[in-house]
């Protein structure tokens, strides 16, 4: 089972944090997570994606459901800093390009 | 449906059904019902315990603890006698019971003097069989008994009927899959599904049609059911553009039109599709290809060099519209292609790492056969958490045949 840590920054951004493999399981749970973040106004939101050791197809499912609704919300969603396994992910599907990683949290959403 | 009657009534036609569904367990699913009979032996002290079906004129018995679970003739079973009786059935000692003590069973060493039983019935209320405990000596059996054996009695039930659901689910999947390679002239085709479930959101499909193949592989986002109705959705998509692709329809284009077709059904079930569709013509070798977001797939040369099929372009369903693009190769005499989904992945030491080994085992491999059979050892050897799925083309050595 995977940890979240969910807590929105100074700026207003939520910063979503899975732990662990983010598989059909914890899918749910970040689908969810970041579901509850732009219904409640956070519509722009960072996956700190430093601490995921696995990404799966269902882990990509909710980064893009999760990329879509904020998108129609009028925000964005980023990711950052993805382990080797998920970079791979990202780089075989070309999710990579509307998932485009970035160096850190606090300055995914510069530029 | 059936349209000859094998002359079973409809009532034994139906339950016909879902013992033949139940009938062929593997070890996986025969443990799921062990689970039961065990737990009943020990809730209520009994040595044997069973989960019997009726098949016909025989009983079987998909789970059998302390008996030998070998079928019988139905006449010669408690199980047979109790479904005529109807409900549950409790005889605290058989040998004094009127309506078991000419059994067999009754006299046999040890014998079976107690007999309990609770009906397995499928949704319409026909009884399958029987969920039974006994004893080799008389013994009592209260009211908090029965109650307990009839809650076991219908999580056994349950059971018994998702196992028949599972396979008829999966026997339908594994029924849209081609049924054989394809050999013709110096060209060979082959692929393999493994579903981590019953059933899988992987797919592999080709087809001939005027000298030329088509082939393609693709993984909806999920598992089981859910992934594989959209999987069987998107393979019958494809199958229609076959023609139009023949006669030199744009695979981009085709793609494009397949995700506008699915694009709502896709973003209402939350899914989406990697694929990658090819298509050949066997008389010059020319490859068409487009890859959507598959990112798997691998051309190895007859001299053993490599180069992945890649297109850069998203899976289906994750930006609508953003566009897809078809590529071209020549496979020539001696080349070999590779398409797989990413629980293969899963089966390397480094699975970040994928294109030497893969393009290796292509390359040394006698066959497609062989490329598979070494896919499904991995799979034996490392148990899979994710659909393996795998097709392979192959063109012999110019000089080559069969």
């Excluded at chain 2, 040890?110 to 026909?126: I, K, Q, T, V």
């Excluded at chain 2, 069987?232 to 329809?249: D, F, N, T």
């Excluded at chain 2, 053993?304 to 609508?320: F, H």
Aim: net charge negative.
């Amino acid at each position: 089972m995977t940890d979240f840590d969910v807590r929105t920054d100074a700026r207003g951004i939520g910063i979503v944090t899975p732990k662990g493999r983010l598989n059909m399981v914890s899918a749910k749970q970040l689908r969810t997570a970041v579901a509850e973040l732009v219904d409640a106004g956070t519509t722009k939101v960072v996956v700190d994606l430093a601490e995921t050791t696995f990404l799966d197809s269902s882990g990509l499912g909710a980064l893009v459901a999760g990329l879509k609704s904020a998108r129609q919300a009028g925000g964005d969603l980023r990711i950052a800093r993805p382990t080797q396994q998920v970079v791979t992910v990202l780089g075989l599907t070309n999710m990579d390009k509307v998932l485009r990683p970035r160096e850190s949290v606090d300055g995914a959403f510069d530029g | 449906m059936a349209l000859v009657s094998d002359g079973l009534g409809p009532v034994d036609e139906r339950r016909q059904r879902v013992v033949e569904s139940v009938g062929i367990l593997d070890q996986a699913h025969q443990e799921r019902l062990d689970r039961i009979t065990r737990m009943a032996t020990v809730a209520f002290g009994v040595p044997l315990a069973s989960i019997t079906m009726l098949d016909g004129e025989l009983v079987r018995f998909p789970s059998a603890i302390g008996m030998e679970a070998r079928p019988m003739a139905r006449r010669d079973t408690f199980c047979d006698r109790s479904v005529r009786i109807g409900g549950s059935v409790v005889s605290r000692d058989t040998l004094t019971d009127p309506r078991f003590r000419d059994l067999a069973l009754v006299h046999a060493d040890p014998p079976f003097r107690f007999y309990a039983a609770h009906p397995l019935c499928d949704p319409f209320g026909n009884v399958m069989g029987t969920f039974c405990v006994y004893d080799h000596e008389p013994r009592e059996f209260d009211e908090r008994d029965q109650r307990l054996l009839a809650e076991m009695g219908a999580w056994a039930e349950v059971e018994v009927l998702a196992l028949a659901e599972m396979s008829r689910a999966h026997d339908a999947q594994v029924s849209m899959l081609p049924s054989a390679p394809i050999d013709r002239g110096s060209w060979h085709v082959d692929g393999i599904c493994l579903p981590a479930l019953s059933v899988g959101g992987d797919y592999f499909d080709y087809a001939l049609e005027d000298e030329v193949l088509h082939f393609g592989l693709g993984d909806v986002m999920g598992k089981g059911t859910a992934a594989a109705l959209i999987g069987a959705g998107m393979r019958v998509a494809l199958r229609s553009a076959h023609l139009a692709v023949v006669h030199g329809a744009d695979l981009g284009l085709v793609l494009d039109r397949l995700e506008q077709g699915a694009a709502s059904d896709l973003d209402r079930a939350g899914s989406f599709v990697t694929l990658f569709e090819g298509v050949v013509d066997l008389t010059t070798g020319n490859l068409r290809y487009a890859d959507a977001g598959l990112g798997l797939a691998l051309l190895v040369r007859a001299d053993g060099s490599y180069e992945q099929l890649s297109g850069g372009d998203l899976p289906i369903g994750v930006m609508p519209g953003s566009g897809f693009h078809q590529h071209e190769r020549t496979v020539e005499d001696g080349d070999r292609v590779l398409v797989f989904s990413d629980g293969v992945l899963d089966l390397l030491d480094d699975p970040d790492d994928w294109m030497p080994p893969l393009a290796a085992l292509l390359h040394s491999a006698d066959d497609p056969r062989d490329v598979l059979g070494q896919i499904m050892m991995l799979a034996i050897d490392r148990t899979p958490v994710d659909d393996v799925t795998a097709l392979v083309v192959c063109r012999r050595p110019a000089g080559r045949s069969a």
